[in-house]
């Protein structure tokens, strides 16, 4: 009887069965503290920032959004080399796994003349957004140092997916959390100008990020080469270059890569129409933004382990798993969205306090930018769930390969947020929340498309590595950390 086939035992519960809740969470867990602790970051640096100047804290998110779209294309081609880990290790296919890895890093070179083009167009691209002068020379600064640490950004990417691709998550959560932290100490000390450093104010923000990205993706290097990898996942001798394996990566992770850009795109040029709205818009747009990747990031982290996971079925030959994984991820970040919107309704100052903290008499400008993040955080509670549809099912098609698709989806929507997002604006001259109103029915239609994408079942019988024969292997391993040779757990 074919794997696939066989039926579980009819006792199981839906936490302690294989795709059930606990092995969900032990993949998705430390990846959540992981993205988690990037957002704390990020978000903790912007109130830092906030409480320089408003201008400050709105065009740190308008050119790091810049930024992080600049680079989206190389970096969903590196983080895709976790599916093509997972699925090897899934099939056990052990040998591969560190030629996999730096096939992703050699892709980061990519980016090398794309941040070359970037850098002196930034000026140009914020003064055409329609930005206060100020807002602009500030926005400049801010992405032209973070344009040094992109490289390092995305070998960070590559080389993480040689442990997050074998459910490894907790190596990954360790080296993230702490430098984040690290980051977190440094923005301190270079924004305001602490312990002997001048006060840098967003170009200290800015340098913070860059070192600590470097030094994270050394840290990442240095676990990878580690001897017991270099045996058993050629690790050392997978680091040359792989025509074919790259190749591969290529044409999976290319549309992978692509679909990111087109994603980061949208939003990015929505946030910069909705800046021309004035510098009111675009703080409280900022907070928003901000505060709602505290729900964002945590579901991405359960997305990338239910990724992670449907390619280690998928390589084990087990879809009816890997389908049960995805609908397991979707009961969790469902219930964590329902939580975290409620309180975005219900308790909203719990979040923009910070942003406030060291306003002793608030401005009339200061009450106006609260209330109206007050109402854009609605916006955000309603869509949040039908954003974790989005991601779940988005996800579980691209760990299966299922990229094409994915890749169409988004030239088509996010051409049409962009299209809608620029009437609203130029034409149709609506307020910040008509286009929060947009943004929120596109998430609503995405997520829709998704739906019925994965419920068709294509993706099932799709793989993104080639078969290896089986010689008495043991197929029905229900664990995706079926690692018979004990290592270290950070390792």
């Known amino acids: 009887m074919p794997v696939n086939s066989q039926q579980l035992p009819p006792d199981e519960t839906w936490w302690d069965r294989p795709g059930g809740g606990r092995e969900v969470l032990r993949v998705a867990a430390p990846l959540v503290v992981s993205t988690l602790s990037w957002t704390v970051m990020t978000f903790v640096d912007r109130m830092f920032l906030k409480n320089v100047s408003g201008i400050a804290m709105a065009a740190a998110f308008t ?15 590196c983080s895709y080399a976790s599916t093509f880990v997972s699925q090897y290790f899934g099939d056990r296919q052990y040998e591969k796994i560190g030629p996999a890895t730096w096939q992703g ?50 070998a960070a990417a590559a080389l993480s997916s040689f442990y997050s ?24 000390l270079w924004i305001f100008g602490h312990a002997g450093f001048p006060a840098m104010g967003i170009a200290g923000a800015a340098w913070a990020t860059v070192l600590c990205l470097w030094l994270k993706a ?60 004035g510098v009111l818009e675009a703080e409280a747009t900022g907070m928003a933004f901000s505060i709602s990747s505290l729900a964002f990031m945590p579901v991405w982290g359960c997305c990338m382990a239910g990724s992670i996971l449907v390619g280690q079925r998928l390589g084990e030959d087990r879809p009816d ?17 329902t939580f975290i919107s409620a309180l975005y309704v219900f308790t909203p100052n719990l979040f923009l306090s910070g942003f406030f903290a060291s306003v002793e008499v608030p401005s009339a400008n200061d009450a106006a930018v609260r209330n109206m993040a007050i109402v854009l955080l609605r916006f955000v509670a309603a869509y949040n769930l039908l954003d974790a549809c989005f991601m779940v099912f988005c996800s579980a098609l691209k760990g299966a390969g299922d990229t094409k698709f994915v890749l169409w989806v988004s030239v088509v929507m996010s051409t049409a947020l962009i299209g809608l997002t620029w009437l609203s604006v130029e034409v149709l001259q609506w307020s910040v929340y008509g286009c929060w109103a947009v943004i929120s029915g596109w998430l609503w239609a995405v997520a829709v498309i998704y739906y019925f994408r994965f419920r068709a079942g294509y993706w099932r019988d799709m793989r993104v590595i080639e078969s290896a024969p089986k010689f008495g292997a043991d197929l029905n391993t229900t664990s995706p950390e079926c690692d018979p040779q004990p290592v270290s757990p950070l390792l």
């Not at 167009?121 to 400049?140: K, Y």
């Not at 490894?168 to 932290?181: E, H, L, N, P």
């Not at 050629?234 to 680091?239: E, I, L, T, V």
């Not at 994984?325 to 469902?334: F, K, Q, S």
Request: glycine content about 8%.
């Open 63 to 77: 050119s790091g959004t810049l930024w992080f779209c600049a680079l989206s294309l190389p970096l969903g081609i």
């Open 105 to 154: 890093v050699w892709s980061s070179l990519i980016a090398v003349p794309i941040l070359l083009i970037a850098v002196p167009l930034a000026p140009t691209i914020f003064e055409a957004s329609g930005h206060q002068a100020e807002m602009v020379s500030q926005e400049t600064i801010y992405f032209r140092i973070l344009a040094w640490g992109g490289p390092g950004l995305l």
């Open 165 to 188: 691709g074998r459910g490894k998550t907790r190596t990954v959560m360790w080296v993230d959390s702490a430098y984040s932290i690290l980051n977190l100490v440094l923005d301190y």
């Open 218 to 277: 050394a840290t990442y290097a240095w676990l990878v080469l580690q001897p017991t990898h270099r045996r058993r996942f050629h690790s050392w001798s997978g680091m040359r270059f792989d025509p074919r394996l790259f190749a591969r990566l290529m044409i999976f992770g290319g549309p992978a890569g692509f679909q990111t850009l087109l994603d980061v795109a949208g939003y990015s040029i929505f946030i910069l129409l909705v800046g021309r709205l």
């Open 321 to 337: 798993l890997a389908e049960r994984t995805t609908w397991t991820n979707l009961r969790i970040t469902a219930t964590y969205m």
